[in-house]
């Protein structure tokens, strides 16, 4: 059975909008028809929290302008944040990706070598500024340059100089635009997209936005920007101090701010099961369930349950990825396995306790009950079969010891009958349950009737503990 990895290689190894599971080319099409029509410079940001879908919006929309001839860059912030100046990094991304004018009977100082040129003078004349002020004076601009020993007037004449470079910089950034724009049939600005700013260093991602500000303000270029406003904005606090109000500060550098819908969840995990050929695993295993669809319905549980954004699905789906094929032929008890990679990573002392009988499912149950976002699942009345299902499997997979399990049922069974007979209302009583821990023991008599005879005997969840850390040490 073939091993898949989720691939993420940059735009230019995408087909646009493939696995787009949360429909957000429509998005990508209003918004490009919107851009279209902007001449002035211009900053979009487009907001999702840490893991909602930025960087594959940004890609796939991208790159699907670009395989319609639009004249695109994409600028990922946190591969250049080790640069010491984002405007270095920026001439290279331009450099690699900006076509060249085409049949131009222009100056050759207009075409893309030209723009990099007057770039590069750029950084060399603010580099004189930078050496001087860092050295503490102790580096002249003037033992570099040998102009004039007045270092007052040095440094006049230095700033000067940047201010020449960057009207003559902008001033063929602009022309070169309006080129491009003119030779696009669409008649469409420069887009560059900057994804990643969220997880660069906080002095590198302000200076990413100083420079879109100060040197690439210029007609016929837009930007793009994928953010975490709150995670930028704890940046600004970071460089700035807390008193300073980061979505003020961005305001000076973003004119128009898009948020992306919330994703549905349970539609990003069908995706993500699809992408990663998982269906062929769970329909090969003994899984003593209903495949996709009750591994999908607990994944959306669970995803809610912790509070999981898009990326840590995704980072789940791809240690199970992995994890569910080293079991062979054996059941692999998805609903299960799914809840003990996510309490590993989130409580790894209960999950270790757990899955070595050192806790039971009361104090599993209490755990889960006191998560930030538990009332939806643990309280909710047409949650109750889930939630119970889940209580069952937990018991019947917490020890090997049958004359435990029968116990625990007993008293579980004992107290939803009292429940039932003191005339509790339904939504708090729970009617499946003596059925529910039932079938959950005719399983767990079954796993271990084929598991046993070629292993120790053990439980459901020492069993799937011992797959999970063989694997992911």
Avoid at 67 to 77: I, K, L, P, Q
Avoid at 257 to 274: D, V, W
Wanted: net charge neutral.
């Amino acid at each position: 059975m073939t091993l898949y990895k989720n691939l993420n290689n940059g735009s230019d190894n995408l087909e646009p909008w493939v696995g787009d599971q949360l429909n957000r080319q429509k998005i990508a099409k209003k918004l490009t028809t919107i851009l279209t029509t902007v001449k002035q410079p211009f900053v979009v940001s487009i907001e999702a929290p840490f893991g909602g879908g930025k960087s594959f919006f940004l890609q796939h929309w991208q790159k699907s302008l670009k395989e319609d001839n639009a004249n695109t860059v994409f600028f990922n912030a946190w591969e250049t944040d080790y640069a010491d100046d984002p405007l270095m990094a920026f001439l290279a991304t331009l450099e690699a990706q900006l076509p060249d004018i085409k049949n131009s009977s222009t100056t050759k100082s207009l075409n893309k070598n030209g723009i990099i040129e007057s770039g590069k003078k750029l950084l060399t004349s603010m580099a004189l500024n930078v050496i001087e002020t860092g050295s503490a004076g102790i580096i002249k601009a003037s033992d570099i340059t040998n102009a004039d020993d007045n270092p007052t007037i040095q440094r006049y004449a230095n700033f000067k100089s940047s201010q020449q470079y960057i009207v003559h910089f902008q001033a063929m950034l602009t022309a070169y635009g309006k080129k491009l724009r003119e030779q696009d049939s669409k008649n469409r600005p420069v887009i560059i997209f900057v994804d990643e700013l969220d997880r660069c260093r906080p002095n590198y991602a302000i200076e990413v936005l100083e420079a879109i500000k100060h040197f690439f303000s210029v007609e016929n270029f837009v930007f793009v920007l994928g953010v975490d406003k709150a995670q930028l904005s704890s940046s600004i606090g970071a460089v700035y101090g807390p008193t300073v109000d980061g979505t003020a500060y961005l305001q000076k550098f973003i004119e128009w701010s898009y948020r992306l819908p919330e994703p549905k969840t349970k539609e990003f995990i069908t995706q993500l099961l699809h992408r990663f050929h998982l269906e062929e695993v769970l329909k090969s295993k003994d899984n003593f369930t209903d495949g996709s669809q009750l591994f999908t319905e607990y994944f959306t549980y669970y995803s809610r349950l912790f509070s999981l954004q898009l990326r840590d699905v995704e980072r789940y789906f791809t240690q199970l990825n992995v994890i569910m094929r080293s079991f062979d032929n054996r059941p692999i008890f998805p609903m299960l396995l799914v809840l003990l990679v996510i309490v590993r990573d989130k409580n790894p002392t209960l999950y270790r306790k757990y899955c070595t009988e050192q806790v039971d499912d009361e104090q599993v149950m209490h755990y889960l009950k006191d998560l930030s976002s538990s009332h939806w699942f643990m309280e909710h009345t047409d949650k109750r079969y889930a939630r119970d299902l889940l209580h069952a499997w937990i018991v019947a997979s917490g020890t090997q010891d049958r004359q435990i399990l029968d116990c625990r049922f007993e008293k579980l069974s004992e107290k939803y009958n009292e429940l039932s007979n003191k005339g509790v209302p339904i939504d708090q009583k729970t009617e499946y349950m003596v059925e529910i821990l039932s079938s959950a023991l005719i399983k767990h008599d079954y796993f271990c009737k084929i598991s046993f005879p070629y292993t120790p005997k053990q439980s459901i969840a020492n069993y799937l503990y011992d797959h999970i850390e063989d694997i992911t040490q």
